[in-house]
């Protein structure tokens, strides 16, 4: 009987944790312009709001930071895998581009790397 319930909780974890990756990386996909870039706006405040984004391999991507905080922790974000990174000027927009060229999951940070966001490239 304990072993049956142990399975049934250890089930129900995977199907949770399966569920909880899912929702994390088949989010919307950033929409499309009709220049041909993707677009997603991120606000900074006390976190990235959205903390991921997904976005479509091999179309360039422009993404709007709205930097709503005058706190030096999110002065700046980086995109260490694709060697970009920019000062975010507070309470106004910074464009930010970069072509998403192969498939994987990309941390972006703050200078110290206590803001983590996520940005999920796929097919
Ligand atoms: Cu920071």
Known sequence: MEVIVAVAVIVGL??????????????????????GWQEATIVVRGRYQPDTITVRRGL?????????EDVACSRRVIFPDFGVSRTLPAHRPTQLDLMPDRDGDFLFTCELGMYQGTLFVRR
């Open 14 to 35: 995977a199907a949770a944790a399966a569920g909880w990756v899912f929702l994390r990386t088949r989010r919307r996909l950033a929409p499309v312009g009709a220049d």
């Open 60 to 68: 360039p991507l422009r993404l709007i930071f709205l930097r709503d």
